[in-house]
């Protein structure tokens, strides 16, 4: 049997290794190409508007400053007329789940036999009853890790409006150095296929905002309605919870039925009734009405996506999952020939 001599020249190895250097590379920086395409879609969603602007016949940098002016102020805005109640109604709700072990008792006596919850002479129930308040507050309250944590998403925050104002600016000149790259006899392709990504996130983000808006516009109606004093977080955190399909809508409406149920139980059942009303009505008129023009993506494709995404990327993997899934789609659409009409760039 004739042995059989495998020779690897310098350069693939040299290519093998630039490959895996490569690869290393961008798993490490993978974290700003995720805050780059937030610029992106960022730059979708308020192009429109200053297109709007330039139709008035102001040059596009003004009409950027424009749009960013009014977004800024309406953002500030907002934060300027909720920051304060919502920082009073937090620290309420963690005052009142502290009293969640006394409530528990008195509903269920039984508890407080030293015979049930006496495990090896340990009493259970003393030490969550002596512990609890800790347990809230040093769960809830860790100062110097919060100002960091504060800091870090600030500064995402300004990276990403940087860009985006960037991005707004040079938008035609970023359209045009991509193309350069690209063959020729496809450039025209490749820049439709960009024209309609960039129409579709912003359709995409304006629209998940409207929905998340009506959404916790009901939160609060509701929640105010029974006499609920924290309507303003709980509907906050409806409206963010939007954000993630699926998912999202459920998380927010069991944590605002269990503040109900902990805090006033009597309230629970009409909780639960206004919170599948609103989530029905959310499902069945408002998405799809707001939605309708964004492209239809199968439900679960969706969810396996959302649980990949918060694998790999926490929290913030599951909110873009949904952009990235439109982009690979449009993609998709293109190479197979299967785009949808033209209408994705008659109007955006």
């Given at each position: ?10 350069k693939?190895i040299?290519?093998?290794i ?33 297109v ?57 006596p ?18 969550i ?9 040093s769960g809830?309250?860790?100062v ?21 104002i ?10 045009s150095?991509?193309l350069?790259?690209i ?15 960039e ?23 509701y ?16 409206a ?18 269990l ?7 009597n ?9 599948i ?10 998405a ?5 023009r ?32 439109t ?15 033209d209408?994705?760039?008659?109007n955006n």
């Amino acid at each position: 049997m004739k042995s059989q001599t495998i020779e690897i020249s310098t350069k693939t190895i040299f290519i093998v290794i630039a490959t895996l250097v490569g690869i290393y590379f961008f798993l490490k920086i993978a974290f700003v190409f995720v805050l780059i395409f937030l610029s992106f879609i960022l730059m979708s969603a308020i192009d429109p508007l200053v297109v709007w602007f330039e139709k008035r016949k102001l040059p596009r940098g003004i009409s950027v400053i424009f749009s960013m002016l009014i977004i800024i102020i309406v953002v500030g805005f907002f934060f300027y007329i909720t920051i304060s109640p919502i920082t009073n109604q937090i620290d309420q709700i963690v005052a009142a789940f502290s009293t969640i072990p006394q409530k528990l008792a008195h509903i269920f006596p039984f508890i407080k036999s030293n015979s049930t919850v006496k495990i090896g002479g340990f009493n259970l129930y003393k030490y969550i009853f002596n512990n609890f308040h800790n347990f809230v507050v040093s769960g809830a309250v860790n100062v110097s890790q919060t100002t960091i944590n504060v800091i870090t998403f600030i500064a995402y925050i300004v990276f990403i409006l940087v860009m985006s104002i960037y991005m707004l600016i040079y938008k035609e000149h970023f359209y045009s150095t991509t193309l350069n790259f690209i063959p020729k006899q496809e450039r025209q392709r490749i820049d439709h296929m960009l024209r309609r990504i960039e129409i579709q996130l912003g359709r995409w983000l304006r629209g998940q905002l409207l929905i998340s808006l009506f959404v916790g516009i009901l939160f609060w109606i509701y929640l105010t309605i029974l006499g609920i004093p924290y309507a303003i977080p709980l509907s906050l955190f409806a409206a963010f919870c939007e954000a993630i399909p699926f998912v999202g809508p459920i998380v927010s409406g069991v944590v605002a039925s269990l503040v109900v149920f902990f805090i006033f139980p009597n309230l629970f059942l009409l909780s639960v009734i206004a919170v599948i009303i609103i989530q029905q009505l959310e499902a069945n008129l408002i998405a799809p009405k707001i939605m309708e023009r964004v492209i239809g993506i199968n439900p679960l494709i969706v969810v396996i996506g959302i649980f990949i995404g918060t694998e790999i990327g926490g929290l913030l993997g599951a909110l873009i999952v949904l952009p990235i899934i439109t982009v690979i789609q449009l993609l998709i659409y293109d190479i197979w020939g299967e785009g949808k009409d033209d209408s994705l760039s008659k109007n955006n």
